[in-house]
């Protein structure tokens, strides 16, 4: 079984401050890490993913998250907070072999930035 | 291109109703996911198609729930006698193919409300 723990359902940082959303996971084959975000009435729209390689990897906006195996964490970051950046986050993991497409998500963190 | 498309939004169901939510995913997309996200928490996965063929269904919460793609492009996902609990939004993406380098993209979801 395979699951996600974001720890944190509300978030609130300044404009222009350091953003850091946690997210760690339990999964009994190697994982593939995924952030998505959701604007209010929106779709899930991806922000990066991690399967294999460069355990940092960059998403769009700004955001980079880091595999970091030995913790079993996948942690959301961006330098700089954005008035844009207000929305729901969502953690999700997926087994690596083929075949299990299936996503499994985190229970969400909302962001809320402060002018 | 246009994205995934959902219908209807927003539906209001009495008990015990039936209802039929439809996805349109992107033209030429081969994987279809459903899920379900209950007010306050992340998606659930409910079932997935691989063109008409439905591979996995193990999320499907009763027997009232089923879903169906005949011919590999829409997919209609159908709720028996409406309980309270069936309250969410539906949520369906697509994926051009099997696999993790593959983005599922997500449809703006289909709000049913049982009352």
């Known amino acids: 079984a395979q699951s996600v723990t974001q720890l944190g359902s509300h978030v609130s940082v300044s404009e222009g401050a350091l953003v850091l959303l946690r997210c760690n996971y339990s999964s009994s084959v190697p994982p593939y890490l995924f952030w998505y975000v959701q604007y209010p009435n929106q779709g899930l729209q991806l922000l990066l993913k991690y399967t294999t390689g460069a355990t940092l990897v960059k998403g769009i906006n700004g955001f980079e998250a880091e595999f970091k195996k030995s913790e079993t964490s996948f942690h959301l970051t961006k330098p700089s907070a954005h008035m844009s950046d207000a929305a729901e986050y969502f953690c999700?993991?997926?087994?690596?072999?083929?075949?299990?497409?299936?996503?499994?998500f985190g229970t969400g963190t909302r962001l809320t930035i402060i002018p | 291109g246009a994205g995934v498309s959902q219908s209807p939004r927003y539906k209001v169901a009495k008990r015990g109703q039936d209802v039929a939510l439809r996805c349109d995913p992107i033209s030429g997309h081969v994987s279809l996911f459903w899920y379900q996200q209950a007010l306050g928490q992340g998606p659930e996965f409910l079932t997935y198609?691989?063109?008409?063929?439905?591979?996995?269904k193990s999320g499907l919460p009763s027997d009232r729930f089923f879903a169906e793609r005949p011919e590999g492009s829409v997919s209609t996902l159908k709720i028996q006698r409406t309980q309270q609990e069936d309250s969410a939004v539906y949520l369906c993406?697509?994926?051009?193919?099997?696999?993790?380098?593959?983005?599922?993209?997500f449809g703006p979801g289909t709000r049913l409300t049982v009352t």
């Open positions: 198609f691989q063109n008409e063929a439905q591979l996995d």
């Open positions: 993406a697509s994926s051009l193919q099997q696999g993790a380098s593959y983005e599922q993209y």
């Open positions: 999700a993991v997926r087994k690596s072999n083929f075949g299990n497409e299936k996503l499994t």
